[in-house]
């Protein structure tokens, strides 16, 4: 079985400060870490993503993860932030459970940006 | 490309009618899926498909739900009779391959049952 944590559902931040979204996971298997973004009414958007090469991934918009496995963790930061990273994030993990691939959604953190 | 379709956006229906969702993933994308997204239950993955497919349906609520995807390019999630517990917003998303899990999501349906 797999499962994965979002340890913030609300983080608030001031623009041009840093960005720290925390995600921890755990699996059975070699797992796919993601992160995805969803600004309101809207649907949700690839940031990222680590499928066992390079621990620290880039992605757009600035925001980057590192996979540390000894931490069973997969972070989001971003060194500067802006009004429009207001959104809700979405950690996922994937890794073969019972012989078919299955996608585990954490249960999203909403990144507020003030002024 | 236009990305993933979905129709329509929204829909208001009252307990028991037939509610169906369409979705038109990205052309050359041969994996789908369906979600649903609730403040109380988060974005749970009710089915996907892999070349027209269904490969895992473990996430369908139950018998009222029913998917299908009659072609590459058009996919259809129904609910018969519908329930006040049904609203939500639900997602079509497609990917390249079902393995590298790079999926692109439609904009949703938001779905209200009265």
């Known amino acids: 079985a797999q499962s994965v944590t979002q340890l913030d559902s609300h983080v608030s931040v001031s623009e041009g400060t840093p960005v720290l979204l925390r995600c921890n996971y755990s699996?059975?298997?070699?797992?796919?870490l993601f992160w995805y973004v969803q600004h309101p009414n809207k649907g949700l958007q690839l940031l990222l993503k680590?499928?066992?090469?390079?621990?620290l991934v880039k992605g757009i918009n600035g925001f980057e993860a590192e996979f540390k496995k000894s931490e069973t963790s997969f972070h989001l930061t971003k060194p500067s932030a802006h009004m429009s990273d207001a959104a809700e994030y979405f950690c996922?993990?994937?890794?073969?459970?019972?012989?078919?691939?299955?996608?585990?959604f954490g249960s999203g953190t909403r990144l507020q940006v003030q002024p | 490309d236009a990305g993933v379709i979905q129709s329509p956006r929204h829909e208001v229906t009252e307990m028991g009618q037939e509610v169906t969702l369409r979705c038109k993933p990205i052309?050359?994308?041969?994996?789908l899926f369906w979600y649903r997204q609730t403040m109380m239950r988060g974005l749970e993955l009710l089915i996907y498909?892999?070349?027209?497919?269904?490969?895992?349906d473990s996430g369908m609520p139950e018998d009222r739900f029913s998917a299908k995807m009659p072609n590459a390019s058009f996919s259809t999630l129904k609910i018969q009779p519908s329930e006040p517990r049904d609203s939500a917003v639900y997602f079509c998303?497609?990917?390249?391959?079902?393995?590298?899990?790079?999926?692109?999501f439609g904009p949703g349906t938001r779905l209200t049952v009265t």
């Open positions: 498909f892999n070349n027209n497919v269904p490969i895992d």
């Open positions: 996922v993990v994937s890794a073969m459970d019972t012989g078919r691939r299955a996608l585990t």
């Open positions: 052309s050359g994308h041969n994996s």
């Open positions: 998303a497609s990917s390249y391959q079902v393995e590298t899990y790079e999926q692109y």
């Open positions: 680590y499928t066992s090469a390079a621990t």
């Open positions: 699996s059975s298997y070699s797992p796919s």
